[in-house]
């Protein structure tokens, strides 16, 4: 009973997901992926595959996968297996079955040569992080249609969304509370699927962001800008943090001392790179001062919402 439970959680968990067979290296995809590929409608049945189930934490050898339609129809071991008369059959020994891997940050750009690259590497799915709306819209119809080889592009965030002291041109700039809200309202009637904000936005334009993103049910993403803290981005709805930046940060005893430079180099920036460089050396020196409460705290949901600014913190925090 239990071992028939497994399995179905491993199927509906499989099911719901696009997956990898990894039958070929990168180099003979191109030429053997249309030996496998089925007429439209017609089973295709991958016999004695090993299984990696995630779920479960287990390798299931001698598995039997019958996909019709581009999705899984049957899954199990291959004496449980009826297979369909029509199916084309798939020898699958010595290989292995996964579900498909994610890449949450991706720029695809004009890149459709690398985009096979995703999917033989075992990646059928990418957010694509700031990249022209109408070139992936491309991407995505000629994947949809077989033209091209490629994994699915969920989502896109078009313009990148920054200070007046903008890091990349063509991003949408915001320096105050109503400019953040209205850059907000920019990317959308542009098409974009979520915003994404960077590192010279000031305090201002960012909560003016965070709160036109909330009334408009948007999601934001991105980097933490220096003007604000990890813990202030988390509690203000930001639901991703790219590069991980501001994190180390954001866990070290010292970061109110570490933040003074950067605060000084943005409050003189006249470009954002001298600014840039302040920032990321603070993150660096944050490794030193690393304390695991203070990252406990901040990754406690029992800290939502209690957090203190650090230009807020008391002195006894610095050296």
């Given amino acids: 009973m239990t071992r028939n439970l497994a399995t179905r959680n491993l199927f509906i968990a499989?099911?719901?997901?696009?997956?990898?067979?990894?039958?070929?290296?990168?180099?003979?995809?191109?030429?053997?992926?249309?030996?496998?590929?089925?007429?439209?409608?017609?089973?295709?049945?991958?016999?004695?595959?090993?299984?990696?189930?995630?779920?479960?934490?287990?390798?299931?050898?001698?598995?039997?996968?019958?996909?019709?339609?581009?999705?899984?129809?049957?899954?199990?071991?291959?004496?449980?297996?009826?297979?369909?008369?029509?199916?084309?059959?798939?020898?699958?020994?010595?290989?292995?079955?996964?579900?498909?891997?994610?890449?949450?940050?991706?720029?695809?750009?004009?890149?459709?040569?690398?985009?096979?690259?995703?999917?033989?590497?075992?990646?059928?799915?990418?957010?694509?992080?700031?990249?022209?709306?109408?070139?992936?819209?491309?991407?995505?119809?000629?994947?949809?249609?077989?033209?091209?080889?490629?994994?699915?592009?969920?989502?896109?965030?078009?313009?990148?969304?920054?200070?007046?002291?903008?890091?990349?041109?063509?991003?949408?700039?915001?320096?105050?509370?109503?400019?953040?809200?209205?850059?907000?309202?920019?990317?959308?009637?542009?098409?974009?699927?979520?915003a994404k904000v960077y590192d010279m936005l000031p305090r201002s334009a960012y909560f003016g962001i965070a709160e036109q993103a909330k009334r408009k049910n948007f999601i934001f993403v991105g980097h933490i800008p220096m003007s604000v803290s990890a813990a202030e981005a988390s509690d203000a709805g930001q639901k991703s943090v790219e590069h991980l930046i501001g994190i180390p940060l954001a866990c070290s005893l010292k970061e109110a001392y570490l933040r003074q430079e950067v605060f000084e180099a943005e409050r003189k920036a006249e470009s954002a790179w001298p600014a840039l460089r302040a920032y990321r050396r603070a993150d660096s020196m944050a490794f030193y001062t690393y304390s695991p409460q203070t990252a406990d705290a901040l990754f406690s949901p029992r800290s939502y919402g209690r957090r203190t600014p650090p230009e807020e913190q008391s002195a006894s925090t610095l050296p």
């Fill in 14 to 194: 499989m099911s719901r997901l696009t997956f990898v067979l990894l039958f070929f290296s990168c180099q003979g995809m191109a030429q053997r992926d249309s030996e496998i590929a089925p007429a439209s409608g017609t089973p295709i049945a991958f016999l004695h595959v090993t299984v990696i189930d995630v779920m479960g934490g287990q390798v299931r050898r001698n598995y039997t996968i019958v996909v019709k339609g581009g999705l899984i129809e049957e899954m199990g071991a291959a004496e449980r297996i009826t297979l369909p008369k029509e199916a084309r059959i798939v020898d699958g020994t010595d290989k292995f079955v996964i579900p498909g891997l994610w890449d949450m940050h991706v720029h695809v750009g004009s890149n459709a040569p690398l985009l096979p690259l995703y999917v033989a590497n075992g990646v059928t799915g990418v957010r694509s992080m700031a990249d022209s709306r109408e070139g992936v819209n491309k991407f995505r119809h000629q994947i949809a249609e077989g033209q091209i080889a490629g994994p699915r592009i969920i989502a896109t965030a078009g313009e990148i969304i920054d200070g007046p002291h903008e890091v990349w041109p063509g991003s949408v700039s915001a320096a105050s509370e109503s400019e953040g809200k209205s850059a907000v309202d920019t990317v959308v009637s542009h098409g974009s699927e979520f």
